[in-house]
């Protein structure tokens, strides 16, 4: 049905192979040792051994056709060059582009890109290849990147390459600071899967790749940029605990950790704490039960009885006392949100709402809703009752919904927990409220989830007004010009998807991505994270030290 859902079932089904492997190679312990090359790598200076979760590991390898750098984690692709990369500021930078330009109807865009890049095999980058690329992850099914606004990529010379656009969309330089550029004369279906078949043009090369337990990356001798001062990243997929038990032994440089094992902290590391724009959050579906929607081949349940009134969606906003999962669950490694995106450019200030319980019972009461007895709300024989789903291999996303469920019981809101895998966890999203989490350094997230067609918009949410907002601001001259049309979106006075307007959504947190971290090892400044707590904070692992 849509880019975005195609994107998690692919995720989740890639995982689930993953797992298999690391299973296969592990024993199914639980507890992964460190492997050789990390064993050997460690108290190297030249060399990083850094654990990341195993749903971090590309279940179609370092392809970027698939989903490597882009699709549901964004993050620098290391082995591939990019036409436009960002900095700690997010401001645009050209990596093989050296100027490029949009015409003034926002239908093409034209880049000059360098003339001086080789392939890792000796060939040279030109524009045929960047063309090649584009055009390929548009044609391509299984393709994760969101690329339905672009119609194609010409090469009008070497050096030159034409995007034609199906629409206009000014925030594409933020998809193609993600999109690696392949080599099409050696593009294959194996592309990513072996270092033979995985040729870029990158600041590393890819050394060796066991599925299920580690990748490493090597410095390419014949990068045209800064040569990288960490020339060797050994990279181990991991479960929390055994990313602990690295650290605890000392085996890893960097490991992964969440909120609820910070205050574990191993000797000799200490937690490097990453902002991000990562949220955390609750889709409310804002229509009423019976409906269903056609996704990926599969009839989906869609709709829900309780929050399908305006007045619970407002409610629940109001009853969300967001400091507390800061305090409660994420240890303080975190900062409240209120809508994805919080705190950028293009957020409105009307999508906050103040913990007020008291005004939040007064909002349903004035809606009909009475309580009984059980101290629950309810309405011409409905419940004020809902499942929330999280995930049980999650312990961040557990401890919000339990802290949720607290919270709602406090305002007259009765929440049923269940916990199950996230591939179980699609067949319920466009009916029940799932703690998800979402957050890129772009505005596009708010067109995913909050206009009609949007590919995630699991809530069924459909205003007119706000339809109309998103696509002028898509199609405004600039980005910077759109930011007003973006926040028009979130609430123009009188409509809007902010919790005082249609309340689709309630939006309670921004995850720090944390941390274990060897001393003296210098890890070079981070720009926020989108989601995907893994790869972006290897985005400059070329520029990381150790401390004499």
Not at 152 to 168: L, N, Q, S
Request: charged share 20%; proline share 4%.
């Amino acid at each position: 049905m849509t880019t975005l859902w195609k994107t998690a079932r692919m995720w989740l089904a890639g995982m689930c192979m993953a797992a298999v492997m690391a299973c296969a190679l592990s024993g199914c312990s639980g507890q992964q040792a460190p492997s050789d090359a990390a064993t050997d790598a460690a108290g190297d200076t030249s060399q990083v051994v850094v654990a990341l979760s195993t749903e971090a590991e590309p279940a179609a390898g370092f392809n970027p056709i698939i989903n490597w750098g882009s699709g549901e984690h964004m993050h620098e692709p290391l082995l591939q060059s990019t036409l436009i990369t960002t900095d700690a500021d997010l401001n645009f930078h050209n990596d093989l582009a050296t100027d490029y330009g949009v015409s003034d109807d926002g239908m093409t865009w034209t880049f000059h890109i360098r003339d001086d890049v080789k392939f890792t095999d000796g060939e040279p980058l030109t524009a045929a290849d960047v063309a090649f690329t584009i055009n390929k992850i548009i044609e391509s099914p299984n393709a994760e990147t969101d690329l339905s606004m672009v119609h194609g990529a010409e090469a009008t010379d070497a050096t030159t390459v034409v995007i034609t656009m199906a629409r206009p969309y000014n925030a594409l330089l933020y998809e193609l600071a993600v999109v690696g550029i392949v080599p099409e004369h050696a593009y294959t279906d194996a592309y990513g899967t072996t270092p033979e078949a995985t040729i870029g043009s990158g600041r590393y090369m890819l050394e060796q790749w066991d599925q299920g337990q580690q990748a490493i990356f090597t410095a390419n001798p014949d990068y045209y940029g800064e040569a990288p001062k960490i020339k060797r990243v050994v990279v181990l997929f991991m479960e929390e605990d055994a990313a602990l038990a690295a650290a605890a032994s000392g085996d890893v440089d960097l490991a992964f950790t969440s909120a609820t094992l910070a205050n574990s902290t191993p000797a000799g590391y200490s937690i490097l704490a990453c902002k991000s724009v990562d949220s955390r959050g609750l889709a409310l579906p804002v229509q009423t039960s019976g409906a269903e929607v056609n996704a990926d081949d599969a009839v989906y349940p869609a709709g829900n009885d309780v929050t399908c009134h305006k007045e619970i969606r407002q409610a629940i906003n109001m009853g969300v006392d967001r400091q507390r999962f800061i305090d409660n669950v994420l240890n303080g490694y975190g900062t409240v949100a209120y809508s994805v995106g919080t705190g950028m450019p293009w957020y409105s200030d009307d999508m906050e709402v103040a913990y007020d319980p008291e005004a939040a019972q007064k909002l349903l009461e004035d809606a009909g809703w009475a309580k009984g007895e059980d101290g629950i709300y309810a309405k011409d024989g409905t419940l004020a009752s809902i499942d929330v789903i999280y995930s049980t291999t999650d312990s961040v996303r557990e401890g919000i919904a339990r802290e949720f469920a607290n919270q709602m019981a406090e305002i007259g809101i009765q929440v049923n927990l269940k916990g199950m895998s996230m591939s179980e966890a699609m067949a319920y999203a466009y009916s029940t409220p799932v703690v998800w989490g979402f957050g890129s350094n772009a505005p596009f997230e708010i067109e995913s989830l909050y206009s009609l067609g949007g590919s995630f918009n699991v809530a069924l949410y459909d205003n007119g007004k706000v339809n109309e907002y998103i696509a002028d601001a898509l199609a405004a001259p600039t980005l910077e010009e759109s930011f007003d049309l973006w926040k028009k979106a979130q609430w123009d006075g009188e409509t809007g998807f902010a919790p005082k307007g249609d309340a689709p959504w309630v939006w309670i947190a921004n995850v720090d991505h944390l941390f274990f971290q060897k001393d003296g090892l210098q890890v070079a400044e981070q720009k926020p994270q989108p989601h995907g707590h893994g790869w972006s904070v290897l985005n400059n692992v070329d520029q990381w030290s150790w401390s004499e």
